[in-house]
């Protein structure tokens, strides 16, 4: 068997545990992981939202050319092709407040940042985008500590 203990100190390092008798408190979630999940939710689909346009580029609907995606530079395609993967899978890992969905949602934003701070070519250099991604990324650190010392110990 299981030590229940164990247990307990496994759960109480992940910011967002599955809904259980152990982790509710008067019928509802403690306040901060609600939040929390709703911020994940927020951001499920958003992602699904970006993925779904940088699918919409790669399929080449609206392109300025008539030879679509494959006219675009190769660091553009590489870069599309990669967000068009990971803000999908992000965004079904962060709607099941999953621990490796806010891990791949947080390797897609610090790569979007990395994107549009070091390599201006391949996007245009929108900063004002990589400001967007500081603020969610700081957002969500502030919600999942805030979360996390909400669990009992």
Known sequence: MSDPRAIRQQQALEPVQPVSAETEVGGHLDRWARRLVMFLRAMAGLSMIKGLYHWVVVCGISAP???GFADYSTPYQSATVFFA????????????AAPWGAVVWLTSIISMIAVEMLFPQIYGGRIWLAIIEFVLLGTYLWLALKAAREQPV
């Open 85 to 96: 993967v990971i803000d999908l899978v992000a965004a079904v890992g962060l709607w099941l």
């Open 65 to 67: 050319t008539p030879g």
